[in-house]
């Protein structure tokens, strides 16, 4: 079963960091595109950050400068590294990423909460 599993999320202070992780388990021929997205209470899931099979990178104005998307081909996984994290980045993250099982398919992973609280 090919399924997309994050890791990292939980409570921090504003201004500390964390890290998100997100592993493509499962029978896959190949990654494309991965990205993670956001969804906070009362609002639509957004798009945080992407990257592409050659490592080009995009990120939400509201973030650029604190976060940093990352992959690891080898091991299938797409990483987050968020500093600076402010109580608005308080949300669910998901992680998506386009496989090949085979044939092109888009998954979600189930999201991981980040709390930013003092």
């Known amino acids: 079963q090919v399924q997309l599993v994050e890791s990292g999320g939980g409570l921090v202070q504003p201004g500390g960091s964390l890290r998100l992780s997100c592993a493509a388990s499962?029978?896959?021929?190949?990654?494309?595109?991965m990205a993670w997205y956001r969804q906070a209470p009362g609002k639509e899931r957004e798009l945080v950050a992407a990257?592409?099979?050659?490592?080009?990178?995009k990120y939400a104005d509201s973030v650029k400068g604190r976060f940093t998307i990352s992959r690891d081909n080898a091991r299938n996984s797409v990483y987050l590294q968020m500093d600076s994290l402010k109580p608005e980045d308080t949300a669910v993250y998901y992680c998506?990423?386009?496989?090949?099982?085979?044939?092109?398919?888009?998954?979600w992973g189930k999201g991981t909460l980040v709390t930013v609280s003092s």
């Open positions: 998506n990423a386009d496989l090949w099982v085979p044939g092109r398919r888009n998954y």
């Open positions: 990257i592409t099979s050659g490592g080009s990178t």
């Open positions: 499962g029978i896959i021929y190949g990654i494309g595109d």
